[in-house]
């Protein structure tokens, strides 16, 4: 089997490491956080073997690179997963902030971008915005998908095109991909599907379960399943998603409480919050993923965390859209696990995501520390792989899949870095743009910032853009 040895200068082993390391050199079990008083899981001179993209064996406390070593000079910690986006809103980026208004005006303008995907621009777009990611150090994305069909609700030929280009995108951009199709089947509570909204819909969640079934997944690819909102899935429907998701182990995410009118309507409506709705529908349970969760009672917080129900944060959307800040800590202290998601795409940077949980929760409080880096770093490694599918990722140890991301620690932003806050400079100081080295299920995608698949990722992106927006929306905002 072909070998891959990387030699880590800095490695964060998270909690999985003590004890599965391979055999190796005298004084390889030394770690920094007994040795220097730490207790953070870094790890100075770490050896990785990889093959057949897995990790075969993790050796510690090796002073220098072995020969035909791939060196990776900063921090190295494993693959950041992103548990929710919506790759085509890579196409608003900045082009919706002249206009003042709410969630819902920004909405329009999403609808517009929508209204213009096909298959093929859709493939573009979403492996440009793929290639993003991987420079930012993410190796695994969880694609909240809900748009099917073409403009009118027609069916295409190929009835899953548009989910089969997002999953031929993250390939092309050397990433894994959950594909969390969606059911969408009203506008609101009682409210048809209208525009461009009706590319979304399958008629009832019977016609949307046939559908996703067809899916397929893949070495690099899982399918999981999506209910958009208690309100734009029927209560009496809720369960027929749920169960597809139950019956295969897959994923299940759900857009909860981002928006207070949400919350209003669906009072109005069923006597119920939106999270108490789903407990009601059985939608709740450790497979389950709620994105956002802003808005909860101290009801909702409890039904989230005894069901063990995840909670996925995208701060960077939230602030963009002004949608709130959600009780991350809360949730996390009722039992709810914590993912990390760019959501929108407004920025794609997971450890801006990560430091934003811990910066809004301050600026809530008035009070400082609330998160630790390291847990903060497990929401975006290990808590994100297991929100989408992956448990066995996120992990620097034996038998996870091979994804290494390197930050570099001679940056503007991370120079002169203390030897025992390493992980704090790269939670709290460092940016995508220290993302130096990108390793991705064995596979080297980015090394000194430079994507090796997509070779220019700016130009990617600028074309794939300018292909979904129009002329007039362009002028308009």
């Not at 808005?295 to 917080?301: N, V």
């Amino acid at each position: 089997m072909p070998v891959t040895v990387y030699y880590c200068d800095h490695a964060w082993l998270n909690d999985g490491t003590r004890g599965t390391s391979g055999p190796g050199e005298a004084g390889d079990t030394r770690e920094i956080g007994r040795a220097g008083g730490r207790d953070d899981g870094v790890v100075r001179g770490v050896v990785v073997e990889a093959g057949h993209g897995r990790i075969t064996a993790v050796r510690r406390g090796v002073p220098g690179p072995p020969p035909g070593a791939v060196r990776l000079r900063g921090l190295t910690v494993p693959g950041l997963a992103n548990a929710h986006s919506h790759a085509f809103h890579r196409a608003l980026r900045a082009r919706t902030q002249r206009e003042r208004g709410t969630f819902w005006t920004w909405r329009r303008q999403m609808y517009e971008v929508a209204a213009r995907l096909t298959p093929d621009t859709y493939h573009a777009l979403a492996t440009a915005a793929y290639a993003e990611m991987a420079l930012a150090g993410v190796t695994c994305v969880g694609e909240f998908h809900y748009v099917h069909h073409d403009t009118g609700g027609r069916p295409y030929q190929a009835r899953n095109a548009m989910g089969e280009a997002l999953v031929a995108a993250a390939r092309d951009a050397g990433i894994r991909i959950t594909l969390l199709d969606t059911c969408y089947l009203r506008g609101g509570f009682g409210t048809p599907l209208e525009g461009p909204q009706t590319r979304f819909g399958d008629g009832d969640a019977a016609a949307w379960a046939d559908r996703a079934g067809a899916l397929k997944g893949g070495e690099h690819a899982r399918i999981g399943a999506a209910i958009h909102s208690v309100r734009a899935v029927p209560a009496e429907q809720l369960a027929v998603v749920s169960g597809w998701a139950c019956e295969r182990g897959a994923p299940l995410h759900v857009h909860l409480s981002e928006q207070v009118a949400e919350n209003e309507a669906c009072l109005a409506a069923h006597g119920s919050t939106p999270a108490g709705l789903l407990d009601d529908h059985g939608a709740l349970g450790p497979r389950t993923t709620a994105v956002h969760a802003t808005h909860l009672t101290p009801g909702d917080i409890a039904l989230l965390g005894t069901s063990r129900t995840g909670v996925c944060m995208c701060p960077t959307t939230e602030r963009d859209l002004a949608d709130g800040i959600g009780p991350a800590r809360a949730l996390a202290g009722a039992g709810s696990p914590l993912s990390l998601g760019s959501d929108s795409h407004a920025v794609v940077d997971l450890l801006e995501e990560a430091r934003a949980v811990e910066l809004d929760e301050r600026l809530a409080t008035r009070e400082r520390g609330h998160w630790t880096a390291a847990e903060l770093l497990r929401g975006a490694t290990s808590g994100g792989h297991a929100a989408l599918g992956w448990p066995e990722a996120g992990r620097i140890e034996p038998g996870a899949p091979a994804d290494l991301v390197t930050v570099a620690l001679d940056s503007v932003r991370t120079a002169g870095a203390p030897e025992d806050a390493l992980l704090e400079t790269a939670v709290f100081a460092a940016t995508a743009a220290d993302v130096r080295e990108v390793v991705a299920g064995g596979r080297h995608i980015v090394t000194e910032g430079r994507h090796l698949l997509v070779q220019d990722v700016p130009a990617a992106l600028a074309a794939a853009v300018s292909a979904v927006i129009s002329p007039t929306s362009s002028e308009r905002v």
